[in-house]
């Protein structure tokens, strides 16, 4: 997976100043923030090139080569912001830098950083919202996660980062009096929904708003069988959609609708799903005898 290249300009102009020494330091500090400017976006075009090499090099020397070209953005980085503490993209692009290259902690001091600078930047909350998410701190994770979505509420991602929070912390938001089982299932069927809305292309938001349906207590089955046919249209391969038959056929099943499901488990033949298929027959046997 390629890391797409991050330039987040952030430049205020037309602001009134309150001197006339203020007009003239904020005119002096033009120079400097285009440079800055100029600057970040080598590093970010020198850091996809280097990804780039990465991913088709072969030899040892070559990857070497590639390291030795990391480290010295690393250091162009260092260098970037030495000169320019206040410029907060800076920090956004080296923490995303940092962080594909496994120094988390590292990176989320520069998110910090930068979210102290300006904290209007969604990718920066995203980015403090999953670091709190690995670390446990789910309330935490939720705040930054609710901010970058209301800051950018028509990107797909932040709404599904709130749903699979939801998910993976359920039993603790609702021990913490937060949520009530019934208004957190409600909640993570909103905000995937709301992913897929905002994506209608991407089968990835689809497939995964209608597994949200079994992670919840109560669902509403009826709903949900049909965000799964509607899924089986948009599926692609043969095995995608026996995957989603099978699915389909774990919702006919709640249903009641035990001959449909069987018809619907006849149809998959793909060695993978044997087990889930025998199981899920099995279940079906156990309450529907033949």
């Excluded at 980015?127 to 970058?148: C, D, R, S, V």
């Excluded at 949900?224 to 099978?246: D, T």
Aim: charge should be negative; aromatic fraction near 10%; avoid cysteine.
């Amino acid at each position: 997976m390629k890391l797409p290249i991050i330039l987040i300009v952030s430049i205020l102009l037309g602001l009134l100043p309150q001197s006339l020494s203020a007009k003239k330091k904020d005119k002096d500090a033009i120079p400097q923030t285009n440079l800055a400017i100029y600057l970040l976006k080598q590093l970010n075009e020198r850091e996809q090139e280097a990804y780039d090499r990465y991913e088709t090099a072969v030899a040892e020397e070559d990857v070497d080569q590639v390291r030795r070209e990391l480290q010295s953005i690393i250091d162009g980085y260092d260098k970037l912001i030495s000169d320019s503490p206040d410029y907060a993209p800076a920090y956004t692009s080296f923490g995303l830098m940092l962080q594909r290259t496994g120094n988390r902690d590292e990176a989320n001091a520069m998110f910090l950083k930068s979210d102290q600078l300006d904290p209007l930047q969604p990718v920066v909350k995203n980015q403090l919202g999953n670091y709190m998410a690995e670390e446990g701190k789910y309330t935490e994770a939720y705040g930054f996660y609710m901010l970058a979505r209301d800051l950018a509420p028509d990107e797909p991602l932040y709404h599904l980062q709130l749903g699979n929070l939801l998910v993976a912390y359920r039993k603790y938001f609702v021990a913490d009096g937060l949520f009530a089982w019934e208004e957190i299932d409600d909640q993570i069927i909103k905000h995937f929904r709301s992913a897929t809305r905002r994506a209608p292309d991407d089968i990835s938001y689809k497939m995964r708003y209608a597994q949200a349906f079994f992670d919840i207590e109560n669902p509403d089955w009826e709903i949900a069988l049909g965000v799964w046919q509607e899924l089986y249209k948009a599926a692609g391969s043969e095995y995608e959609q026996q995957v989603v038959r099978l699915y389909t056929a774990r919702v006919r099943f709640e249903l009641g609708h035990h001959t449909a499901a069987r018809k619907l488990i006849s149809q998959l033949d793909h060695p993978s799903l044997d087990e889930s298929k025998q199981t899920l027959l099995g279940e079906i046997d156990a309450k529907y005898p033949q």
